[in-house]
């Protein structure tokens, strides 16, 4: 069996008036690449989350998830910030889910706010939702809402354990 690999990266950032958050992006309706109805749409997900690709490596995939699903401009600025003379700003582990069927790592990095200004979201996208830290405790689990129905009510806030722990890990992270 070949084991499926993910990466996910979630970006955190002091918003005037409400402080520390994640930046959470929702599943939209319709997923384009498939051409069919997106799984569990209206949950919430960390900024980025997407698959390896061939013989891609764990940050070779998050790097080119992050161009696709929130644009080349904020991705170049994160890189910028990660990769200048002196870095500004560090990716961190925050969450490895690895078993034999699945790897999931999710890396969390905390950006100026004007980063929320060059997210360039695709048309499979729901939008943006800023999660601060005192929200976590009625997060819910995704696996107990339908695939195909997703979460109607977008005053629900649903994401996968693995996603939510590396939320919570980022928040004291990065506090």
């Not at 600025?77 to 034999?100: C, Q």
């Not at 980063?115 to 009625?138: A, H, T, V």
Request: glycine share 10%; hydrophobic share 40%; aromatic share 6%.
């Amino acid at each position: 069996m070949v084991q499926k690999r993910s990466v996910g990266l979630v970006v955190f950032t002091e918003v005037p008036e409400l402080g520390l958050v994640a930046v959470l992006t929702r599943r939209g309706e319709w997923n384009t690449e498939k051409m069919a109805p997106e799984s569990y749409s209206g949950a919430c997900q960390v900024t980025v989350h997407g698959k390896v690709e061939g013989g891609e490596s764990l940050e070779g995939a998050r790097n080119r998830e992050t161009a696709e699903e929130v644009g080349a401009p904020a991705r170049n600025y994160i890189l910028d910030l990660a990769w200048g003379t002196p870095p500004r700003a560090e990716f961190k582990e925050l969450e490895r889910l690895d078993t034999p069927e699945k790897l999931v790592v999710t890396w969390g990095i905390k950006l100026p706010c004007d980063f929320l200004k060059l997210i360039r979201l695709g048309p499979d996208s729901g939008g943006l939702r800023l999660l601060r830290k005192e929200e976590l405790e009625n997060v819910k689990d995704l696996g107990s809402y339908s695939k195909e129905r997703g979460v109607i009510l977008r005053t629900v806030v649903a994401m996968f354990p693995d996603e939510k722990a590396a939320v919570e890990k980022g928040f004291d992270t990065f506090a």
